[in-house]
């Protein structure tokens, strides 16, 4: 992964973007999505996780988020990685999943060119950190964030969608409590 995508300011809000291996489409189940919201709470309410925008697509999760002081944001995304695998891997061995036959296979494809012993590899490497270096480039990644879903024909209003800072924006019940980008907030940049 090239060094411009790799977190190098902790103190500064990165624009994120979290893929599948393959982009291959996990996300499209109610308990995979809802292991990922869950995740995302527990690293918000233990881990000094910070978001500012979200949306979970079905192969990719996007965020612009920091971490909060004497946190360090590299380290909140390997954690969060490093469960949710786990958590979906075992939901599709456990739980009722159609692409069960084919999916885990795959997963374990991805881990054959690792040298340290794995049995599943469910996200790429890396995260595609951009640091939040202005105001427009903010609104423009949280523009980009919530028209993810419109873009892909999900929802006709960005505020539709349930796995989404959209809602938070547009004041409206949602999955995730985030940080609320205003005026007198501008500590991120």
């Not at 979290?18 to 918000?44: E, P």
Request: net charge neutral; with cysteine; glycine share 2%.
């Amino acid at each position: 992964m090239s060094d411009q995508y790799k977190i190098h300011e902790p103190d500064k809000a990165y624009f994120i973007t979290m893929t599948t291996v393959g982009w291959v489409d996990i996300f499209t189940r109610k308990n995979h999505k809802m292991a990922i919201v869950n995740s995302l709470k527990y690293c918000q309410e233990n881990k000094g996780l910070e978001i500012y925008g979200w949306v979970l697509m079905h192969s990719h999760l996007h965020m612009i988020c920091r971490a909060a002081e004497g946190f360090q944001l590299t380290d909140i995304l390997r954690d969060f990685k490093r469960y949710t695998s786990k958590k979906i891997v075992k939901q599709i061995e456990d739980e009722p999943e159609s692409r069960q036959e084919w999916l885990l296979p795959l997963l374990q494809k991805y881990c054959e060119h690792l040298k340290r012993e794995q049995r599943f590899k469910l996200w790429q490497d890396g995260n595609h950190a951009k640091v939040i270096y202005s105001n427009s480039f903010f609104y423009e990644k949280l523009n980009y964030i919530h028209q993810n879903p419109v873009q892909e024909m999900i929802v006709e209003k960005q505020e539709e969608y349930l796995f989404s800072s959209a809602r938070n924006y547009a004041e409206l019940p949602s999955l995730l409590e985030i940080i609320l980008e205003t005026p007198q907030l501008k500590t991120y940049l």
